[in-house]
């Protein structure tokens, strides 16, 4: 469990790790963005109110312009003078100068004053007034009308009729009329013709006032495009606002004009927020979608990553932990304090004759087969033991157990036994066996190699000894298999001298258990080590080509023997590599021409690997023997699925079941129903059997009930030395059912 969540949770480290900087980066870029807009919106508004005050200070100057300007449309006139000075018409004044003003220019008041600065005419907010209301109202504008008075005396008018300025004289000014702040523009009545000449100083003035109120700021407002244009005396306060002071010529307050400021900048800021918001969404989107894409990545790696280190501790095949894991988990073990009551043994399996399967039925089947054994032995260990296949055909058990060896030893019997029962692949019965090494962790053993390689040796002996069998490590096979090598240089000073080989017979009993012949076995007496097994040094006279020479040996024996006691079947094992020389069958017939032994007392035993080869030499080899009447006998036969159908196809004359199946046979046993398949089998083929092995009267009985041929086994007689094999010949044979 704990092994399953940790990449998830460092995933989730992964994805945090990620997404939280890269979300704070966004932020802080974000912010920056905001703060820089909103900076350079400020700085925008800053300028342009700056620019809106500009304004406003010359529209107020633009206004002091324009009602001169109007102004003078009536006070450059001849008709006004004559109204108002030589006689004052005030029907006329009201229509031309006065309420006039108001209707056509929108002036509030007009003034009209005589020479002495008197007003003679008044006209206050579109009203006729009294002169007393004028004299009040003009009180404010009387140092301006005395200011313009004194350039008319010091001859402005006169200048302006003798074109020496373009301008007639005026005098436009904010300033306060009747308690109002205005605009206030005085100018002289003058003729325009020139027709009316007046004393100079004695000209009318005339006054007018825009006050600077509601309705002319709204004026204003429409105008000039300034929204909530106001005079006020105080300032709002509003931010939305913005004012200028207005201030007579002498300085002194007059009013504020306000109006609603424009803020395109803070405008602009609020446009923009959307569209920064939604890039930061679109940003953060991305940023997670590549976060998360990252994440997928990093999680498949890390899938990825689990998977291969799996895959590297595991085998493919069979789902069990592999050689690297095993010798982990070895070592391991060896490191742990030793407890009193539990023992570790580590077992070495191999299946026996697991080739033959794989090379006929094919490298499916065999991996079927596999596995099949790798569930079977699956179901044996304990929990806390280990299963790893180390590799093809071989397996491995670390097993934990009570002291003493009796459990790792039931437990290689249970997986003999197992392994022993038939395997349904693709719907044939196919047969293997297994053989198993023992190594137990001796006190103080820490390295796992020297301890696999004791399983190892001891599953090689139990290989040599028969297979299908356990073996527990040995200290004097540790010897031998070190001394390996020498035993090559030994076996050839053996072949040099006539004293240490030898062969031993081992006869062959029919049903009756009378004699029928003997099988040669090779007998290696060394002088240091004593008797070595054939199962030993065999393999090494194999692998050195010795085996020629020691075959040649035994065979001449054997000649010498069937020819000395013709009628008896002398067998003699011949080696693959025997078989597959070209001059093997040359060397047979000159010794039994040599010895004048009966070919067809001659029994040549071969395995079935070598009919399994397609090495055609060996093929022919046999044929020719079978033609001379020499007879070929399948050794160790039996638990090969294979061995069945080639039987058909390479026609031998005698089938050797292998002792393995001999030694499990009890009645019940499947044991039995495979030596009765064999048994059938053959003698439909017409191929005599041969039982090897046979050590019990149990066994005896049942291979008798079977059917079989012949027996050989210590029950009947071990392998004995040649004068006991012709003692034994020449005793009269004694018929016992
Ligand atoms: P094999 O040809 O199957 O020989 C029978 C083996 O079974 C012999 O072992 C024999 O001693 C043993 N045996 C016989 N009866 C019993 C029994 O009741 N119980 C048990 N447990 N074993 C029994 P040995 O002599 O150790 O030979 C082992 C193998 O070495 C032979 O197996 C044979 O394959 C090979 N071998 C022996 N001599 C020669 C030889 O001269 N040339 C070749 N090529 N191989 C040889
Ligand atoms: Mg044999
Ligand atoms: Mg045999």
Avoid at 299 to 315: P, T, Y
Wanted: glycine share 8%; hydrophobic share 45%; aromatic share 8%.
């Amino acid at each position: 469990m704990a092994s399953a969540r940790a990449p998830v949770m460092r995933n989730w480290q992964v994805m945090a790790g990620l997404f939280v900087p890269v979300i704070v980066s966004l932020l802080a870029i974000g912010v920056l963005a905001l703060g820089f807009v909103m900076w350079s919106a400020q700085g925008v508004d800053e300028r342009a109110l700056e620019r809106q005050m500009a304004l406003a200070r010359h529209v107020i100057a633009r206004q002091l312009q324009n009602i001169p300007h109007d102004q003078e449309s009536v006070t450059l006139w001849d008709d006004a003078v004559l109204n108002t000075k030589l006689s004052l018409n005030t029907t006329w004044v009201d229509d031309n100068l006065g309420l006039w003003m108001r209707d056509y220019f929108g002036h509030d008041d007009v003034i009209i004053l005589d020479h002495r600065n008197q007003p003679v005419y008044a006209m206050l907010e579109g009203e006729r007034a009294s002169l007393d209301e004028a004299s009040r109202a003009f009180v404010d504008v009387a140092p301006i009308a005395a200011e313009l008075r004194l350039s008319i005396m010091s001859g402005a008018v006169d200048d302006y009729l003798n074109g020496r300025v373009s301008r007639a004289p005026r005098i436009a000014e904010l300033a306060t009329m009747n308690g109002v702040p205005s605009l206030v523009s005085i100018a002289p009545l003058i003729s325009d013709t020139g027709a009316i000449v007046q004393g100079r100083g004695s000209e009318y003035l005339h006054i007018v006032a825009v006050r600077l109120d509601t309705d002319y700021a709204h004026r204003l407002a429409v105008e000039y495009q300034m929204p909530g244009a106001r005079f006020t005396q105080r300032p709002s306060g509003d931010p939305e606002y913005a004012a200028i002071a207005l201030s007579d010529t002498r300085g002194r307050f007059l009013t504020f004009f306000e109006w609603e400021r424009s803020s395109p900048g803070q405008a602009l800021f609020y446009q923009t927020i959307p569209a920064i918001a939604g890039a930061f969404l679109v940003a953060i989107l991305i940023a997670f979608f590549l976060v998360n894409q990252l994440w997928r990545k990093s999680r498949d790696l890390e899938a990825g990553r689990a998977d291969a280190e799996h895959r590297a501790a595991h085998d493919a095949l069979t789902g069990l932990p592999n050689r690297v894991s095993f010798e982990q988990a070895l070592a391991r073990t060896l490191t742990q304090r030793p407890s009193r009551d539990r023992r570790t043994t580590v077992l070495m399996l191999d299946l026996d004759r697991f080739k033959q399967v794989n090379d006929t039925l094919g490298h499916r089947a065999g991996d079927d087969l596999i596995r099949a054994v790798a569930q079977r032995l699956g179901q044996l260990i304990g929990p806390s033991d280990m299963l790893a296949r180390l590799g093809g055909d071989e397996f491995a058990i670390i097993h934990h157990h009570p002291p003493g060896l009796t459990g790792p030893l039931e437990l290689a019997q249970r997986s003999i036994d197992a392994i022993g029962k038939p395997f349904d692949i693709f719907g044939s019965e196919a047969f293997v066996g297994v053989s198993v090494g023992l190594a137990p962790v001796e006190a103080g053993e820490i390295d796992a190699h020297e301890l696999t390689r004791k399983a190892d040796i001891a599953l090689y002996e139990a290989k040599a000894s028969g297979r299908n069998r356990a073996v527990v490590f040995e200290e004097s096979m540790n010897e031998f298999l070190q001394n390996r090598k020498t035993i090559e240089g030994e076996l050839r000073e053996a072949l040099r001298r006539t004293d240490q080989l030898s062969i031993a017979f081992q006869p062959l009993f029919d049903a009756h258990r009378k004699i029928v012949g003997a099988e040669a076995l090779s007998r290696w007496h060394h002088p240091h080590r004593g008797q070595v097994s054939p199962a030993h040094f065999i393999p090494v006279a194999e692998a050195t080509g010795l085996i020629e020479q020691l075959g040649a040996l035994v065979l001449q024996r054997a000649c010498e023997m069937g020819a000395k006691w013709p009628g008896y079947t002398i067998a003699v094992n011949i080696s693959p590599a025997q078989l597959r020389n070209p001059d093997f069958p040359s060397t047979v017939f000159g010794m039994l021409r040599e010895t004048g032994m009966r070919p067809a007392d001659l029994e040549l035993e071969i395995t079935e690997g070598i009919l399994l080869e397609e090495v055609s030499d060996a093929a022919e080899a046999l044929r020719i023997f079978r033609a001379a009447g020499i007879k070929i006998a399948l050794d160790d036969f039996g638990t090969g699925y294979s061995s069945l159908n080639y039987l058909k196809r390479y026609p031998v004359d005698r089938i050797k079941i292998d002792r393995s199946f001999v030694s499990q046979l009890a009645p019940g046993n499947v044991s039995v129903a495979i030596v009765q398949a064999m048994v059938t089998l053959a003698h439909a083929l017409k191929i005599e059997v041969t039982a090897e092995g046979v050590e019990t009267e149990g066994q005896r009985s049942v291979l008798l009930d079977l059917g079989c041929n012949v027996y050989q086994g210590y029950l009947l007689s071990p392998p004995i030395a040649p004068p006991a094999l012709e003692q034994l010949l020449s005793r009269p044979q004694i018929r016992v059912a």
